[in-house]
């Protein structure tokens, strides 16, 4: 079992910055695919960033391209969501999730196995 605990979440003006950090337990966490997804209130889930194992290939939702990063240190077993400019739009609960077989990096919230509990990211404007 994996337990992904997410943090960093808080309230920023527009144009801000925030950096989430999602921990991940077991010793195979270098294997998986992390992603970050998120949910608004009234809209369904959406991807937002994936990496695969190495750090090597990334993904991103088309709307934070030259805003978000993702990235992860595996020696720390931690992934994070590096986000820059933020815009009211992108308020929204913040979940990371693993992708533990599938080997590849998907932006398929079907694809992953384990999730977090989410972090609230607020975006005033």
């Known amino acids: 079992q994996v337990q992904l605990v997410e943090s960093g979440g808080g309230l920023v003006q527009a144009g801000g910055s925030l950096r989430l950090s999602c921990a991940a337990s077991?010793?195979?966490?270098?294997?998986?695919?992390m992603g970050w997804f998120r949910q608004a209130p009234g809209k369904e889930r959406e991807f937002v960033a994936a990496i695969s194992w190495s750090g090597g290939s990334t993904k991103l939702l088309d709307s934070v391209k030259g805003r978000f990063t993702i990235s992860r240190r595996n020696a720390k077993n931690t992934t994070y969501l590096q986000m820059n400019s933020l815009k009211p739009e992108d308020t929204a609960v913040y979940y990371c999730?693993?992708?533990?077989?599938?080997?590849?990096?998907?932006?398929?919230?079907?694809?992953?196995?384990?999730w977090g509990r989410g972090t609230q990211v607020t975006v005033s404007s």
């Open positions: 999730a693993a992708d533990k077989y599938s080997g590849y990096v998907s932006f398929n919230e079907y694809e992953y196995d384990y």
């Open positions: 077991g010793r195979t966490f270098n294997s998986y695919t």
